[in-house]
């Protein structure tokens, strides 16, 4: 890899000389598990993938657009830039499931190299996401449970009056416990479950040409059997008024039946988005 010292975009020895450190405050981090790790990768490459970003006029981003987010998203790694692709193998390898186990303290952690759901993302002037929890399980290996996320910021001095903070929430969804800045080359990891309330609801308030840039990478474990599945559920916040709450769960009815039509029709992403954005359309509050 060009740029790293040691021919590794993850400084393995000095993560894997910390672990112990990084997962006793994983486990004990509230409101649900979670790390937060600043200089994630050496920081040359950092900024080499943050330099080759794809430009979100590109006709090949995927647009999840619906009453619940307004965002961009590319997950097939074939077309990622060389830096990206390199990465990705990077976090989907061996070694650094390893790693991610030790941290996390699951075992059998499975990559997912159709990266679904995941991928790069960005987000544009007034795009956001709602507070939600995760899908439960694959769409297409339906014997593999989502059971950890890890997101990586790649966004340049950023200035907080932006926004786009990540927002950890409490259970109750009665209020906000965390709130993380989406700088260059932070790494957010938490464990994937229905209590990890999470998301960036307030509307995207940078300058135009400026996006909210991330890759986000989901790690799996095979249960063994099909389970029972969740889609991404959403969630009002307590300031939300009574309309909002209505339309974000008329959104959620609509989005079980996409998470149906993809695990049972293989729907694409692009396709169903398509659909859900046409009944409900763009409007936010």
């Not at 970003?53 to 987010?69: A, L």
């Not at 941290?103 to 991928?119: K, N, R, V, Y």
């Not at 474990?221 to 939300?240: C, E, L």
Request: with cysteine.
């Amino acid at each position: 890899m060009v740029g790293a010292s040691n021919g590794f975009a993850v400084d393995f020895e000095r993560r894997e000389a910390e672990v112990e450190k990084l997962a006793a405050e994983f486990v004990a981090n509230r409101p649900f598990p979670h790390i937060c790790i600043n200089g994630f990768l050496e920081q040359e490459v950092a900024e080499m993938l943050a330099d080759e970003f794809p430009s979100g006029s590109n006709q090949d981003w995927i647009h999840y657009s619906h009453y619940n987010e307004e965002k961009l998203g590319r997950n097939n790694v074939n077309n990622f830039p060389p830096v990206t692709r390199h990465i990705v193998e990077e976090l989907n390898s061996r070694r650094f499931l390893s790693w991610l186990e030790k941290l996390t303290g699951i075992h059998g952690l499975i990559a997912d190299p159709s990266m679904e759901g995941g991928g790069l993302h960005q987000t544009e002037t007034g795009g956001f996401l709602n507070l939600h929890t995760d899908f439960s399980h694959h769409s297409q290996q339906k014997q593999w449970r989502r059971r950890c996320n890890l997101i990586l910021f790649l966004n340049d001095e950023w200035n907080k009056d932006w926004g786009g903070n990540l927002e950890l929430w409490n259970e109750e969804v009665s209020s906000c416990q965390i709130k993380l800045a989406p700088i260059l080359n932070r790494a957010v990891i938490f464990e994937t479950s229905d209590r990890a309330i999470h998301g960036h609801p307030e509307p995207l308030n940078a300058p135009d040409g400026v996006t909210r840039k991330s890759l986000a990478l989901y790690y799996y474990t095979d249960d063994g059997r099909s389970g029972a599945k969740r889609s991404t559920q959403y969630r009002p916040r307590p300031s939300d008024k009574l309309g909002d709450t209505m339309l974000i769960w008329l959104d959620n009815q609509l989005l079980r039946a996409y998470s149906w039509l993809k695990r049972n029709l293989g729907f694409s992403e692009e396709r169903i988005s398509r659909v859900v954005r046409r009944v409900l359309g763009r409007e936010r509050r």
